[in-house]
């Protein structure tokens, strides 16, 4: 399967585009749009650089990445308003293809296919993440992704805190068709992972998903329980999880950078998952993500099936918020 496509790409890929651009709807009509009014005359004044700025720091872009942008547009000495926009367009598609290349080892190709040569079976994907931010869902609809596939699939149901996520867990497996390791609510999350790592070995799994709790950034006791369900997984496969998948919240704003902050800090985090970008009115905290930690958005939750998790594309993505209201 493809990971990342082009536009030259299959119609797949199309289909993609046109759901990238209906999910960025709320933000472009909200937000973004505002960007197009800017380009319906000619002039380039102070208060075309004052009212972009304004629009990026409120689409959630952020201030450091917002005056960088605008320090690198005005560098370029654009002399018609066209141009502002087209060298706009250019520098948000360049921030987040600059960190395309994860630093884990799953998504830092262009396919999803498990590599046997390089990655030891099964390979292991820890998903972290805030109360509410998606992160039971993104899981179903990954493994979804890897069944459709052919891979065998194994999740870990490691949000002992909360018997609701247990059982969505479970309800995801039986949908999908991949297996599910559980123990009772309130049991070890680690003790979790450790059976799940162990069951998939001895099953011939090919891809173990493990879910975690809602850690909040202040809970320093829960960040030292991620961080020992990290040191089982290593223990367990010889080697660091293959990939750490933070799933930010669209609609969660600049709370979204701090959540990056501090799961990078203890987790190790080297992809994210964009979840619920339906329901964002404003879209902008991957470029902020992207620019102050280096992360590379790997999926787009745009809607409620199976099958509304798809690859990130930067150009679609950045296009789509560019497009004129009305489109």
Request: glycine share 8%; charged share 30%; aromatic share 6%.
């Amino acid at each position: 399967m493809r990971f990342r496509r082009s536009r030259e790409d299959s119609q797949i890929g199309q289909s993609d585009d046109r759901k990238i651009q209906q999910a960025t709807k709320k933000t472009r009509l909200s937000i973004f749009g505002r960007v197009t009014e800017l380009f319906s005359t000619d002039a380039i004044n102070d208060d075309l650089w004052e009212e972009l700025e304004e629009i990026l720091i409120s689409a959630d872009v952020g201030v450091k990445t917002s005056f960088k942008i605008l320090d690198g547009l005005k560098a370029q000495r654009p002399k018609t308003r066209l141009e502002v926009k087209e060298a706009l367009r250019n520098s948000l598609i360049e921030i987040l293809v600059s960190v395309e290349d994860s630093t884990g080892k799953l998504w830092s190709t262009d396919d999803l296919n498990l590599d046997v040569e390089t990655i030891k079976s099964p390979a292991v994907v820890l998903v972290v993440g805030v109360n509410g931010s998606g992160k039971t869902t993104v899981i179903g609809r990954l493994a979804s992704l890897y069944v459709e596939e052919g891979y065998r699939v194994m999740a870990a149901a490691g949000d002992t805190y909360r018997a609701a996520a247990i059982d969505q867990l479970q309800a995801w497996g039986e949908k999908v068709g991949f297996d599910v390791i559980a123990q009772q609510p309130g049991a070890d999350p680690a003790a979790v992972a450790f059976d799940a790592i162990n069951a998939g070995k001895a099953r011939l799994h090919d891809l173990i998903i493990i879910d975690t709790a809602g850690r909040l950034q202040n809970k320093s006791s829960l960040m030292e329980e991620l961080a020992k369900i990290k040191r089982v997984i290593t223990r367990q496969i010889d080697r660091e999880p293959d990939e750490v998948l933070l799933v930010v919240d669209s609609t969660t704003g600049q709370n979204g950078l701090a959540q990056a902050e501090i799961f990078t800090k203890e987790a190790g985090v080297t992809s994210i998952a964009l979840s619920k970008l339906d329901g964002a009115g404003r879209g902008g905290i991957v470029f902020a993500i992207a620019q102050e930690y280096g992360l590379p958005v790997k999926f787009v939750g745009i809607g409620e099936h199976a099958s509304d998790l798809i690859p990130f594309v930067p150009e679609a993505f950045v296009d789509a918020l560019l497009l004129d209201r009305e489109d």
